[in-house]
């Protein structure tokens, strides 16, 4: 005859294999800076219809989820390969991933040599010249995607970037392009967020031990 596990053990078990898994877990960063730059120079196929609403000292806003443990390095180049980004501004939302094939890169020294760091976001890697990309220059060193979150704070908006600390490029078929620059604070560092298995194993153990409480007091 097998012998019944206590409810209190198996509530008790799935709690600590919630709080001990500690793999595969997403890392996000916020990022806020202000506009110097408009991008008057709009083409046809330019989804910000109307740039005179744009303007210089406008706030946009930066998110970027990552698995700090999911990336490929080539030298001081870091490829991130489970990892999305947001950027917003007047209304406008641009997103990437690397599930869609996107490329998110940053690399550290960054193109501004020793104690620098680059950020490059775009739709491919063999687009980033001819398509659109985003730009975010920073002065502060990060060893590997591995600590970024942890040394994310001590980054800030690098002056002596050019054209600018912030660039989104845009490049179309007619030859036009819309260029917006500006500039950036310091990122902000969020909470982990718990992957999905987690957080079922959560609920599980919240579940159990609701309902090993309701027969407790059905008994009493």
Excluded: W
Excluded at 74 to 95: E, M
Excluded at 116 to 124: A, D, G, K, M, P
Excluded at 142 to 154: D, N
């Amino acid at each position: 005859m097998k012998r019944k596990v206590p409810i209190r053990v198996a509530v008790l078990g799935a709690i600590l294999i919630s709080l001990c898994s500690q793999s595969a877990r997403a890392d996000s960063i916020t990022i806020t800076g202000n506009l110097t730059s408009n991008g008057s120079a709009v083409g046809s196929g330019d989804p910000v219809t109307n740039p005179s609403t744009i303007n210089s000292g406008d706030p946009f806003s930066i998110g970027l989820s990552y698995d700090p443990a999911s990336f490929t390095q080539s030298g001081s180049s870091f490829v991130l390969t489970n990892a999305s980004l947001t950027l917003q501004f007047d209304g406008y939302t641009f997103g990437y991933s690397s599930a869609a094939g996107n490329y998110l890169e940053f690399a550290s020294p960054g193109v501004f040599g020793p104690g620098t760091t680059s950020f490059l976001i775009c739709s491919s890697l063999a687009n980033c010249s001819t398509e659109d990309f985003l730009t975010l220059y920073f002065q502060g060193t990060v060893t590997s995607p591995s600590t970024l979150a942890a040394q994310a704070g001590g980054l800030s908006g690098d002056p002596g970037a050019s054209p600018s600390e912030f660039e989104f490029l845009r490049n179309f078929s007619d030859g036009s392009q819309t260029d917006l620059q500006g500039t950036l604070g310091p990122p902000g560092i969020n909470t982990p967020v718990p992957e999905p298995s987690t957080l079922i194993l959560l609920a599980v153990a919240v579940a159990a031990l609701g309902g090993f409480r309701h027969r407790a007091c059905f008994k009493g």
